[in-house]
């Protein structure tokens, strides 16, 4: 058991860019959810999955938003024509059925220019 | 879930316990206390979570009043690897449930 992992662990891109950020679970966690963090702010639910399923969308994910989990297994979040609003440090969890602690991974901090 | 109140920074001395107020005065039966942390530039950290019984694990100490209205985390030994940002956060009963993450408390833990 590795930990939630997450690739990159920084981007920067100049706006208008597509960016895509990848999620790998703690294995065997049904569960994986996304959240956002703006500078000084707690992290804000983006959106969730159990297994391959996308139960819960935020309205924060607007359509420039993606989130996949085509096995059920790592998530990738796509976020197209970035804007510098989309600053912000994007952290994925894991969880598995019957737990009650969502693991964290470290973050992909994105910068738009 | 319940909205949650906490002082947005406070101070501790290291080597001395740490006593994190929360007020969630709206909770309802079948919510739960959950509290994290997050360490600058890491991901949140789970540490402890209760119903109605206060609950100890080798982390911290979670006191929740009687009426479920307020809740306190103790940190007994302060180090300074405890300084971060400390979330209360209220959550419906199912575990697999989104967390509502609100401004927290930075804690400070000084030599």
């Known amino acids: 058991d590795t930990g939630v992992s997450q690739n990159p662990r920084h981007k920067i891109t100049k706006r208008g860019q597509n960016v895509t950020f990848r999620c790998d679970p703690i294995?065997?966690?049904?569960?994986l959810y996304w959240y956002r963090q703006t500078l000084g702010q707690g992290p804000e639910f983006l959106t969730y999955?159990?297994?391959?399923?996308?139960?819960?969308k935020s309205r924060l994910l607007s359509d420039r938003f993606s989130a996949e989990r085509p096995k059920g297994s790592f998530s990738t979040l796509e976020i197209q024509r970035t804007e510098q609003g989309d600053s912000a440090m994007y952290l994925c969890?894991?969880?598995?059925?019957?737990?009650?602690?969502?693991?964290f991974g470290p973050g992909t901090r994105l910068t738009v220019t | 879930d319940a909205k949650t109140t906490q002082p947005p920074s406070m101070d501790c001395a290291e080597g001395r316990a740490a006593n994190l107020p929360c007020n969630h005065s709206t909770i309802s039966g079948n919510e739960y206390v959950y509290w994290y942390r997050q360490i600058h530039s890491q991901g949140p950290q789970y540490i402890i979570h209760g119903l109605k019984n206060n609950e100890t694990n080798e982390m911290a100490s979670l006191i929740i009043t009687e009426d479920r209205k307020s809740s306190t985390l103790i940190l007994p030994h302060a180090t300074l690897r405890d300084t971060a940002v400390y979330y209360c956060i209220v959550r419906g009963g199912a575990a697999g449930n989104k967390l509502t993450f609100g401004g927290g408390t930075r804690v400070l833990v000084k030599p």
């Open positions: 999955f159990q297994n391959e399923a996308q139960l819960e």
């Open positions: 969890a894991s969880i598995g059925t019957g737990d009650y602690e969502q693991y």
């Open positions: 294995s065997e966690h049904n569960r």
